[in-house]
C-alpha cells in the first residue's frame, strides 16, 4: 500500500474562532500524518480482502472534510472517477479514516483528496 500525498485543501476562512490557522501545507501535513496512523488498520484490511479476491488491487481516492471546531475527518466519499480497486479496497480506507481528527483543531475547514495505491503481490514462484 502506498499513500499519495495528494491533499487539495480548500480552506475556507472562517471569523471568531478562538483556534489556530494552519497554512495549507502544514495543514495538509498534519492531516496526512493522521491518516498515517491507520496504515497498519488499512493494510491489515486489504490483506483480507486479498485472501478473498487474490490479485485485488488499485487506487483509491478519498476526499472527505476536516470541520474546523472539533478538526474531525468527517463527510468521506470515495472518488468513484478516481477510484480503480474493487469496492471492498476502498471501504477499507473509508471505515479505517473516518473520524480520525487533528489535534489541536484548525479556526478553518479543510477540504482534502488523498490517494492510495494498493498493489498485489506477485505470485509465489514456482
Avoid at 474531525?72 to 471501504?91: F, L, M, S
Amino acid at each position: 500500500m502506498n499513500t499519495k500525498l495528494l491533499m487539495v485543501a480548500s480552506i475556507a476562512a472562517l471569523s471568531g474562532c478562538g483556534f489556530a490557522a494552519r497554512s495549507p501545507e502544514m495543514y495538509r501535513d498534519d492531516t496526512a500524518a493522521q491518516l498515517a496512523t491507520k496504515n497498519a488498520d488499512i493494510q491489515a484490511c486489504y490483506d483480507g480482502v486479498l485472501k478473498a479476491t487474490p490479485g485485488a488491487q488499485g487506487r483509491v481516492s478519498v476526499k472527505f472534510d476536516v470541520e474546523n471546531e472539533a478538526g474531525k475527518i468527517v463527510n468521506v466519499q470515495v472518488d468513484k472517477a478516481q477510484t480503480t480497486a474493487p469496492d471492498a479496497v476502498a471501504e477499507c480506507v473509508t471505515k479505517s479514516i473516518a473520524g480520525l481528527g487533528l489535534n489541536p483543531p484548525d479556526a478553518r475547514k479543510g477540504e482534502a483528496t488523498f490517494v492510495w495505491e494498493f498493489s498485489a503481490p506477485p505470485p509465489p514462484k514456482t
